[in-house]
T-cell receptor
């Protein structure tokens, strides 16, 4: 597609509910990233995929957070037993990872999660 | 990990004014990007600039890698320039970016 697409754009979850956030990266982009952005802060790294391989998950805040990219394209970020502190915008980004412009990273519009 | 400091934290300008935003970082970097986050939350890539100078219309950026800082220049500012400007750097080899806290810019008509 033309850009990074994320769904849902807005999600309200009750505390304890599981949520799944989807990211459809730019076609052909090898690298895919998930970031978490709290209100008034800069995005913080969660996890990174190169194709289907999850090469870095050091930013995931707890074992309630899980991400996958089984076919090297679409990715899903799953949060189990949501807590109020999980309320944030979850941003997906992708990059080509090849060539002189390969490190330019393109972000989706984000999934705004509110846990009540 | 690498530290990123942006200044000023907030900036209010009259339409037509020029401004300079600064980004200091604590270690050598492989990747440095400037982003504009619009009021709807969309992060738009402005520049990929680990070193040197680039210009795109009214915007330009300079990174002096040896002195560990980058500058974003906005000339003849417009109300649509309002939003938060983030500097983000990477030195891990995976292109995972570390963001500063941003500069919130408000351009009034």
């Amino acid at each position: 597609g033309a850009g990074v697409s994320q769904s849902p754009r807005y999600k309200v979850a009750k505390r304890g509910q599981d949520v799944a956030l989807r990211c459809d990266p730019i076609s052909g982009h090898v690298s895919l990233f998930w970031y978490q952005q709290a209100l008034g802060q800069g995005p913080e790294f969660l996890t990174y995929f190169q194709n289907e391989a999850q090469l870095d998950k050091s930013g995931l805040p707890s074992d309630r957070f899980f991400a996958e990219r089984p076919e090297g394209s679409v990715s899903t970020l799953k949060i189990q037993r949501t807590q109020q502190e999980d309320s944030a915008v979850y941003l997906c980004a992708s990059s080509l990872a090849l060539g002189p412009d390969g490190n330019t990273i393109y972000f989706g519009e984000g999934s705004w999660l509110t846990v009540v | 990990g690498i530290q990123v400091e942006q200044s000023p934290p907030d900036l209010i300008l009259q339409e037509g004014a020029n401004s300079t935003l600064r980004c200091n970082f604590s270690d050598s970097v492989n990747n440095l990007q400037w982003f504009h986050q619009n009021p709807w939350g969309q992060l738009i890539n402005l520049f990929y600039i680990p070193s040197g100078t680039k210009q795109n219309g009214r915007l330009s950026a300079t990174t002096v890698a040896t002195e560990r800082y980058s500058l974003l220049y906005i000339s003849s500012s417009q109300t649509t320039d309002s939003g938060v400007y983030f500097c983000a750097v990477e030195n891990s080899g995976y292109s995972t970016l570390t963001f500063g806290k941003g500069t919130m810019l408000l351009v009034s008509p």
